[in-house]
């Protein structure tokens, strides 16, 4: 069956994402990825609209609490990622729906010690553009809480410590930073 | 191609990206995400709803989505060159919806300027009918008219959406609802 490259074609009864190109299924990962950020951003600043920024974070709290582990759960199943050492947090931060949104660095120092450095973040960029200073709670407060969770979904003892975060210096390359680790008792 | 994995259990690659997937996990993936996508959008509606009630929630629902409805097409129609006027422009353009991987729906195109659209799956609705407290009668008669119109609109502002059926239906052997699209030039 000949792969397209897109849809300008005929109207097609059985279309599905199959016919597409692998170039072209990369190209509707990646939106689809900016497409969740999205989801989610809309709905704060909806929430945030109607009732306040404290509502709107305390919504966005309540549902990332739930969804986090789902997020993790998801990727894992799907990509066989297994395991209870940092490196396999690591693989599925690689791996799911939100990673292409981002950039980061990971310097792996041993499979159960890592540094993350994220130095591309759409959502801090927004945040720092809206000047209010929301970054203070969304990165300084949930998104700690966040990573702990993904950390624990692999791991309940892993260790997360963030090392750098939001506000950033003029001219910072560096969104945020991590650190993961797990000590074991040999 | 080579060297592409079926599958992210080996060993870790500080260089991997989606494109080292092979083809079949990278549709996998696609069809997981728009389950995300939806679980994201409802964890949101419920959250604003325990809190604040159901009318706060839809009043956000219809906010984000009146917002969003244009994005996802102006996307759609620019990552897939979907473009035109008609109503098979329209057809193609919620064929290739992410939100499409998560329900069952048939298209029947009668002309360029007429189908007819039947989901007969909607886990949406199908949680809707499992709490049991009627809140379809909001979102698939109120909510979901407006934003299949926005849809339509996108493409041209004088398609004509009608519902044929929408919830609340008579079974689970019931379709869940049904539209039709239509041109008049």
């Given at each position: 069956?000949?792969?397209?490259?897109?849809?300008?074609?005929?109207?097609?009864?059985?279309?599905?994402?199959?016919?597409?190109?692998?170039?072209?299924?990369?190209?509707?990962?990646?939106?689809?990825?900016?497409?969740?950020?999205?989801?989610?951003?809309?709905?704060?600043?909806?929430?945030?609209?109607?009732?306040?920024?404290?509502?709107?974070?305390?919504?966005?709290?309540?549902?990332?609490?739930?969804?986090?582990?789902?997020?993790?759960?998801?990727?894992?199943?799907?990509?066989?990622?297994?395991?209870?050492?940092?490196?396999?947090?690591?693989?599925?931060?690689?791996?799911?729906?939100?990673?292409?949104?981002?950039?980061?660095?990971?310097?792996?120092?041993?499979?159960?010690?890592a540094i993350i450095s994220f130095i591309n973040c759409p959502t801090l960029l927004a945040l720092e553009r809206d000047g209010s200073g929301r970054e203070m709670l969304i990165?300084?407060?949930?998104?700690?809480?966040?990573?702990?969770?993904?950390?624990?979904?692999?791991?309940?003892?892993?260790?997360?410590?963030?090392?750098?975060?939001?506000?950033?210096?003029?001219?910072?390359?560096?969104?945020?930073?991590?650190?993961?680790?797990?000590?074991?008792?040999? | 191609?080579?060297?592409?994995?079926?599958?992210?259990?080996?060993?870790?690659?500080?260089?991997?990206?989606?494109?080292?997937?092979?083809?079949?996990?990278?549709?996998?993936?696609?069809?997981?995400?728009?389950?995300?996508?939806?679980?994201?959008?409802?964890?949101?509606?419920?959250?604003?709803?325990?809190?604040?009630?159901?009318?706060?929630?839809?009043?956000?629902?219809?906010?984000?989505?009146?917002?969003?409805?244009?994005?996802?097409?102006?996307?759609?129609?620019?990552?897939?060159?979907?473009?035109?006027?008609?109503?098979?422009?329209?057809?193609?353009?919620?064929?290739?919806?992410?939100?499409?991987?998560?329900?069952?729906?048939?298209?029947?195109?009668?002309?360029?300027?007429?189908?007819?659209?039947?989901?007969?799956?909607?886990?949406?609705?199908?949680?809707?009918?499992?709490?049991?407290?009627?809140?379809?009668?909001?979102?698939?008669?109120?909510?979901?008219?407006?934003?299949?119109?926005?849809?339509?609109?996108?493409?041209?502002?004088?398609?004509?959406?009608?519902?044929?059926?929408?919830?609340?239906?008579?079974?689970?052997?019931?379709?869940?609802?049904?539209?039709?699209?239509?041109?008049?030039?």
């Amino acid at each position: 069956m000949a792969e397209l490259a897109d849809y300008s074609g005929p109207f097609d009864p059985d279309f599905s994402y199959d016919r597409f190109t692998k170039e072209t299924l990369l190209i509707l990962i990646r939106s689809h990825a900016e497409y969740v950020r999205r989801i989610d951003g809309q709905w704060y600043l909806a929430v945030m609209q109607e009732c306040g920024n404290d509502a709107a974070f305390a919504c966005d709290a309540i549902v990332w609490e739930k969804l986090e582990a789902y997020t993790m759960k998801t990727t894992s199943n799907l990509l066989n990622i297994h395991g209870d050492d940092v490196v396999t947090l690591i693989k599925a931060l690689q791996a799911n729906p939100w990673s292409s949104s981002y950039k980061f660095n990971v310097d792996l120092i041993n499979n159960d010690h890592a540094i993350i450095s994220f130095i591309n973040c759409p959502t801090l960029l927004a945040l720092e553009r809206d000047g209010s200073g929301r970054e203070m709670l969304i990165c300084n407060k949930l998104e700690v809480r966040l990573m702990e969770l993904k950390a624990h979904y692999f791991n309940p003892n892993m260790i997360v410590t963030p090392l750098k975060l939001p506000p950033r210096e003029p001219n910072s390359e560096i969104c945020c930073q991590w650190e993961l680790k797990v000590e074991r008792n040999r | 191609m080579k060297g592409l994995i079926a599958d992210y259990s080996g060993a870790f690659d500080p260089t991997f990206s989606h494109g080292k997937l092979a083809q079949k996990t990278l549709a996998k993936l696609m069809k997981a995400t728009s389950e995300y996508m939806r679980r994201i959008d409802g964890h949101w509606y419920l959250s604003v709803m325990e809190k604040w009630g159901n009318d706060e929630a839809l009043d956000c629902d219809i906010k984000v989505w009146e917002r969003l409805v244009t994005y996802e097409m102006k996307m759609l129609s620019s990552l897939l060159n979907i473009h035109g006027d008609d109503v098979v422009t329209v057809m193609k353009a919620l064929q290739a919806s992410p939100w499409t991987l998560t329900y069952a729906c048939d298209i029947d195109v009668r002309n360029n300027d007429e189908a007819i659209v039947t989901y007969r799956n909607c886990p949406t609705l199908l949680a809707l009918e499992k709490e049991g407290k009627g809140r379809e009668g909001l979102i698939c008669q109120e909510l979901e008219p407006r934003l299949m119109a926005k849809i339509a609109h996108y493409f041209n502002p004088s398609i004509e959406v009608v519902a044929l059926k929408i919830p609340p239906r008579s079974g689970n052997e019931d379709i869940c609802c049904q539209w039709e699209f239509k041109l008049n030039r």
